[in-house]
């Protein structure tokens, strides 16, 4: 976008927004960049709307201009969703972050965008209810973005994801219409499930301006075990006979040997430093259950190869087991200086000969793999750990990804279980759809924005059904850009 | 939409005068059958009818050809009844894959066979089939526990008029690449592609089981305990309010207008701490309890009882939960009814005489957060019936999406909303 047009372009969002909420400063493009990912691309606009109408005006100028589109809130993408590689408009949600309505009658909340995960449980706790998919990142990624990108988290494994706790939407077309689609309030509506399309859409249809979310009573208790096992393929097939006992856990978590002495190093949780493995299991239930659900459990556990099962006697000990998991993915930074976190899916049956292949990468290659994952629906976290600052580290850390994802694909399973395929897997798409496919996709996505401006340069792989090439090529880290001259380096 | 030739021959194979009375839909009969061997088969056909181009009637087990608006045009009938394999079973994995033209009953009883099922109830499954069931999105009794349709497929693969099979989803529980197209054929009828292969989540059979009947002498307390009930931890697998009619019509009597039939299920001791929270939730709002042990067929009886035959008219208000109590006020005496207090859906069998007036004033006491469908009805009703009333928010697109998957229009032509 040359100047001229920026100009003219940020004062009509000024027209919207005000003059404070719409901005185009080069040093504060910066800062809106990057998201977890390691993709970088300059916006030429930044635009902070209030209200969902404001959204909608926001996103008809810029379909009016031809100019693309990039939402963004916490930014915590890992696959690049709000990295705005065609340029133009970052919309971020951060003033929209308001909880709108808790309405246990109906078992549903209201939310806008930008509501923390974490806060909406936080604030239904007092009436003993909670919203069920928790990220790992829950305390900082928002409702929207989950929507966006169809979060999980460790607990889905009985749950379900986001896509099964959103019953409605409001959601700005890039025509600039606001529409309000799915149940709302009731839990089904007539009609094409558009809700449930739009979901996982990563903002390449419409921008989410307003979310229904069903809620749900907390459990009475939760049971949590730590079962610790000599290597990864047996912690794997006690996953699949605790399943076939007819148990189906809250949550399965494992950690490998590499995760564990990070992990111990930065939060103390109690894993064993000489395990292999160590599985974190959680059963919900009434008191009675849970605590018989619980042996049972162990049981399975002892009789599947575990030399020590520790069941958390009370909250503060199931604390202190699930902070060694959650704060996995920064414990790592005692390992390494950078790690290439993957998301890649296979049938829980096929997880030992699976995670027997990336040892068998890590051992070729070189580069040290740590496992953290979520055992239980088969989601694999390999994280590969290198060093940004030696050249070449990155682009044999990007090949190593590309290999982990096709080996997912080929054992009957998915390149993204709940990051999204953002920038970063757009080619790898293809290792899991034909083009037939994703031509079908293709067509529902220009329903919803035929000019390609919503999010433009995600999900589809550059085939020629992407409109033009990104302005930044992908794979070009933040920290290679610092090392190459102190210009770039981001802050 | 494409207009065919008066004279164009159609694709297809002849059919039989039972067959076309038997593929009947409201009263129009198909001129040719098509019963494809597989997905690719199936897109192959329908190329071929896009081409003529000839309108096509989607047949699974034919247990929801009451539902929607009758078709434009008929010229195929298009049956899955060849297409009944389980391709896929990893007991391990909680998945399987299917296709679309197996009946319901015998995935259940392959799923049995490992001690797991899938926990959708449609009515009839020993005619519905997979395909059929997530077509028309029947969602049984159990959807305020365990979710609907929408919660349970994980991948699918659809023919298309362009004549491709394209696949959506895949055969593992947590995945999100690409777009969620699944979402797109649940509850499409068929109207955007043929479903003919649907990949599953299942789950483990439960431990324990048990049924608590609690009576009431009017319909707002009963609702109103099946309503707490749902908001707690220990939710009833089903929870059904019935009218002494309803009742009857499932096989029980009762000296009560009222009452909550209750499925809990659960782990070994779950379902015996959930009858006793039950039980005192019932006591607590009036109702009495009945322990007496049910017929085993009553829950069968309730469940296929919202598909109904013969000249009885099934209307289905889904609203807020909060508004079941209001709506409830509304039914009139004449019909029988079964609210899902727990899912927000409330189901009345009238007579055809009745059927337009009760439709309207349930229509009007739904207010703008609910809906009312007729969800089954004979065909001699349907001219009279405006069985999906009125388009939801955002049509436009819904059209859209339509015009992009279906160009010419042949897949159930009007059946669905708005005339789609």
């Known amino acids: 976008m040359d100047g001229a047009d920026r100009e003219r372009l940020l004062a009509r969002l000024r027209e919207v927004v005000g003059e404070r909420y719409a901005f185009a400063d080069p040093y504060e493009m910066r800062l809106y960049q990057y998201d977890a990912s390691p993709e970088t691309a300059l916006p030429d606009i930044v635009v902070l709307p209030g209200t969902s109408e404001e959204v909608a005006r926001i996103v008809k100028i810029c379909g009016e201009a031809k100019v693309p589109v990039t939402p963004r809130s916490a930014a915590s993408s890992l696959a690049g969703g709000t990295v705005p590689v065609q340029g133009g408009v970052v919309i971020t949600f951060a003033r929209m972050d308001r909880i709108l309505e808790i309405d246990i009658e109906n078992l549903r909340a209201v939310v806008q965008p930008g509501v923390v995960n974490l806060a909406l449980s936080q604030a239904l706790k007092p009436y003993g209810y909670y919203y069920a998919p928790d990220p790992s990142s829950q305390g900082a990624c928002t409702i929207g973005g989950n929507v966006a990108t169809n979060a999980g988290g460790p607990h889905t494994l009985i749950y379900g994801v986001t896509v099964n706790h959103v019953m409605g939407l409001e959601v700005a077309l890039p025509s600039g219409e606001l529409v309000q689609v799915g149940g709302r309030k009731s839990a089904e509506a007539i009609g094409y499930d558009l809700t449930g399309v739009l979901v996982g859409s990563e903002g390449t249809m419409a921008l989410v301006t307003r979310i229904w979310v069903k809620i749900q009573p907390l459990p009475p208790v939760q049971k949590t075990l730590m079962a610790v096992y000599p290597d990864v393929a047996t912690a794997s097939n006690a996953v699949s006979a605790i399943v076939r006992t007819g148990i189906l856990p809250a949550a399965i978590e494992m950690m490998d040997k590499l995760s564990i002495q990070a992990i111990e190093a930065a939060s103390h949780a109690g894993y064993p430093l000489d395990a292999g493995a160590v599985l974190l299991l959680e059963v919900d239930g009434i008191p009675e259950v849970a605590q018989e659900l619980g042996e049972r459990m162990a049981k399975v556990c002892r009789d599947n190869g575990a030399s020590e099962v520790r069941i958390a006697r009370n909250e503060q000990e199931r604390q202190a087991l699930w902070k060694g998991r959650k704060g996995a993915f920064s414990a790592m930074g005692r390992l390494s200086s950078d790690f290439y976190v993957m998301d890649g899916v296979v049938p829980r049956t096929k997880l030992p000969e699976t995670l027997a292949k990336i040892d068998a990468i890590s051992e070729r290659t070189g580069f040290k793999i740590c496992n953290v994952f979520h055992a239980g629906d088969g989601n694999l976290h390999p994280l590969v750990l290198f060093d940004a600052f030696q050249p070449g580290q990155y682009e044999a850390v990007l090949a190593i990804g590309d290999e982990i994802l096709k080996l997912c694909a080929q054992a009957g399973g998915s390149v993204t279980g709940e990051h999204g395929i953002g920038l970063e897997k757009r080619e790898n798409i293809r290792y899991v759809f034909s083009d037939d496919d994703l031509e079908v996709m293709d067509r529902v996505r220009r329903v919803f924005d035929p000019h390609l401006l919503m999010n433009p340069g995600k999900i589809f792989p550059g085939n020629g059904l992407q409109p033009s090439a990104p302005r930044y090529p992908p794979g070009f880290p933040r920290r290679q850009a610092a090392a190459a001259g102190g210009e770039d380096l981001w802050v | ?420």
């Open chain 2, 1 to 420: 939409m494409g207009v065919r030739a008066g004279t164009t021959v159609l694709p297809g194979h002849q059919i039989t005068l039972a067959d076309q009375r038997r593929l009947s839909v409201d009263d129009l009969l198909p001129s040719k059958i098509m019963h494809p061997a597989d997905a690719e088969d199936a897109a192959r056909g329908l190329r071929l009818c896009d081409l003529t181009p000839a309108s096509v009637v989607i047949w699974g087990g034919g247990t929801q050809m009451r539902l929607g608006a009758p078709p434009r045009r008929y010229d195929i009938a298009f049956s899955t009844e060849r297409m009944t394999r389980l391709l896929e079973y990893e007991p391990a994995d909680l998945t399987c894959r299917v296709e679309a033209g197996m009946r319901m009953i015998d995935l259940q009883a392959a799923l049995r066979a490992q001690g797991q099922r899938l926990p959708l109830d449609p009515p009839h499954p020993e005619r519905a089939t997979v395909g059929g069931m997530v077509a028309a999105n029947t969602n049984g009794l159990g959807r305020a526990r365990y979710g609907t349709v929408r919660d349970w497929v994980i991948g699918i693969a659809v023919a298309y008029p362009s004549g491709k099979v394209a696949r959506a989803g895949g055969k593992v529980v947590k995945n999100v690449a690409g777009y969620d197209l699944m979402k797109l054929h649940i509850g499409a009828l068929g109207t955007l592609g043929v479903v003919a292969e649907i990949n599953l989540k299942v789950q483990a059979t439960p431990e324990s089981e048990a049924t608590v009947l609690g009576h009431f002498e009017a319909a707002t307390p009963a609702v109103a305990a099946g309503l707490q009930l749902a908001r707690s931890y220990l939710a009833p697998s089903a929870s059904i309010v019935l009218d002494r009619r309803a009742l009857w019509e499932c096989g029980l009597t009762a000296d009560w207008r009222w009452t909550l039939a209750l499925k809990l299920e659960g782990y070994a001791g779950e379902a015996d701490a959930a009858r006793d929270q039950a039980s005192g939730v019932i006591r607590d709002a009036g109702g009495r309890v009945e322990a007496a042990d049910l017929p085993p067929t009553f829950w069968d009886a309730a469940r296929d009882w919202s598909a109904p035959d013969g000249d009885l008219v099934l209307l289905r208000a889904i609203a807020p939960i909060a508004a079941l109590p209001n709506l409830s006020g509304a039914v009139p005496p004449e019909a029988s009814v079964i609210i899902q207090p727990a899912a927000g859906v409330l189901d009345l069998r009238v007579t055809p005489p009745s059927a337009a007036p009760t439709l309207q004033r349930m229509r009007s006491q739904a207010g703008d957060e609910g809906q009312v469908v007729v969800a089954s009805a004979p065909a001699s009703m349907k001219s009279s019936l405006d069985v999906w009333g009125p388009p939801p928010p955002g049509f436009p697109i819904m059209r859209a999406l339509k015009q992009a998957l279906d160009p010419n229009g042949i897949l159930n032509p009007g059946r669905f909303v708005g005339g789609i």
